[in-house]
């Protein structure tokens, strides 16, 4: 169950006053929580308020100066890019405001890269950011990932962990620690 304010608007579809998301950002936001309602009905029926809560909130940042995203910080996430910031900043910012669910501030904090410690709802955001309908890239493998969604959770995951890396091998970006434990966790089981 739902007690914090902000979570409880956020389930609603409301952003904290602090939120920094432009209009297209805000309509991302949107289907992502779509997928998440969704996929929650079924994978975790009583948690559909709180996965919902977890999407409107992961890139409540996500417009937000980076400079000021890595000065608010401080010495966390030295050597993360950039573009990866706004998941700690939102997670650190909600965690000031006072949530303390430990497994949606994860989900929002680690949503762009995994992490060996998510939990379902983390997990989930994880893909829903990756799947939502909007993303231009692939959209008949993503449409086919959602489709096998919630009922092939695993397996999805594992596939949706699999191109996010190999992408990355393509581009001879690095990966992040945080990435490859994530992925030696979903290998083993």
Known sequence: MIVHPILVCAARGELPEWAQAKRKRRAHIGRVADLMGSWAEVAAPGEVDR???????????RDADVGELREHLGSEFPNWPPSLLHGPASAQRLGEEGVEDAALLDAVRYHTVGHAQLERIGQALYMADFLEPGRSYSPEWRA?????????????LREVALTRIRHLLERRAPIKPESSEFWNTLVRR
């Open 51 to 61: 996965w919902r809560a977890a999407a409107w909130l992961h890139d409540a940042l």
């Open 144 to 156: 086919l990932m959602r489709a096998r969604m919630p009922e092939r959770f695993d397996e999805v």
